[in-house]
């Protein structure tokens, strides 16, 4: 099974807005959504252009970077070395997603097939250089028990059936749901921009709903789809390894995180799919929650590492 590694391209987009300014969007409406399946090609294509429109986006700020550092040795007020340093830095980490968002899906692209006909095309998910083998297993790029040839033919981009490995069907649900907004609605509807991005509330509760037990929504298929997404969470969301030294005596910041997120994903999930009325309450409500959440597992999060907060904001910068 192919994982594009949305994350990445995320990452990159969120680099450039800081360097654009605070509460800073790209310019115009975000595109509108093609109206076609979502099947493998489509979310190939959706994928490569998103990695194309990122890296215009880095390119003024790598040639001014580069600029500057050129002229270091020229450079005598302090606040402008510390700009300069802060846009290298900033530039490094859209370089190191820059390299995963390409090295992990660079042989989808370069071994696919495409035949005579329509939806008529093999993808070889496993034909890769193994340099790009660490790359390719830390963005989860490739599943290995997926079978090496895929065709699109025969794999249409819907809700799997019962029968499904259930790693696949969590990974399909997450996959999904990152797949139906466009980098920039995301980025939009982080910010409470509702400007162009059209039905956000019909539109994640409709995939969600998917993926509930022969799509029908009641008490029990919520937790049976909360038990199962939060295999993929649990995988997903780890304390890092350089967080492990900073940790309290008798300390399990692990078995706290796993409380947290059993915890907060069902009441996530009920939130969203019980939400109802305009777009923009839904929106805020979803932000307020997601504040919420999030002021929380820092407030637990920070009593088992020395560092107290700032060791948490280490965990959320390098997870999320």
């Known amino acids: 099974m192919i994982k594009l590694p949305h994350q990445t391209l995320f990452e990159i987009g969120q680099q450039c807005n800081r360097l654009m300014g605070e509460d800073s969007t790209f310019p115009g409406p975000p595109m509108p959504q093609l109206p076609f399946d979502r099947n493998p090609m489509v979310l190939l294509g959706s994928y490569l252009s998103n990695l194309a429109f990122n890296m215009q986006r880095m390119a003024p700020y790598m040639q001014r970077c580069g600029d500057l550092l050129q002229r270091e040795s020229l450079m005598t007020d302090p606040e402008h070395r510390q700009q300069t340093a802060e846009m290298a830095v900033a530039i490094g980490i859209m370089l190191e997603e820059l390299a995963k968002a390409s090295g992990s899906v660079a042989h989808l692209y370069k071994k696919i097939e495409i035949g005579p006909s329509p939806g008529n095309v093999r993808i070889y998910a496993e034909d890769y250089n193994p340099m790009f083998k660490t790359i390719i297993e830390n963005t989860g790029a490739v599943n290995p028990a997926a079978s090496q ?106 078995s706290l995180l796993d409380d947290l997120m059993t915890e907060d994903f069902p009441k996530t999930l009920d939130m969203v799919l019980d939400a109802k009325g305009d777009d923009a309450s839904f929106v805020e409500a979803l932000k307020t929650h997601a504040a919420a959440t999030c002021h929380r597992w820092v407030f637990e999060l920070s009593d088992v590492f020395e560092g107290g907060v700032q060791d948490v904001l280490v965990f959320l910068k390098k997870t999320f």
């Open 149 to 254: 040839i895929q065709e699109t033919s025969q794999m249409p981009h819907q809700a799997p059936q019962e029968e499904s490995k259930e790693e696949d069907y969590d990974e399909l649900l997450l996959e999904e749901l990152a797949d139906e907004f466009s980098i920039m609605e995301m980025m939009q509807l982080m910010k409470g921009n509702l400007a162009g991005v059209k039905d956000p509330r019909v539109r994640i509760q409709k995939v969600i709903r998917k993926y509930l037990r022969n799509e029908t929504d009641t008490k029990d298929n919520r937790a049976h789809l909360s038990k199962r997404a939060l295999v993929v969470l649990r995988r997903e969301i780890q304390i890092p390894e350089e967080l492990n030294e900073k940790i309290l005596d008798e300390c399990d910041p692990n």
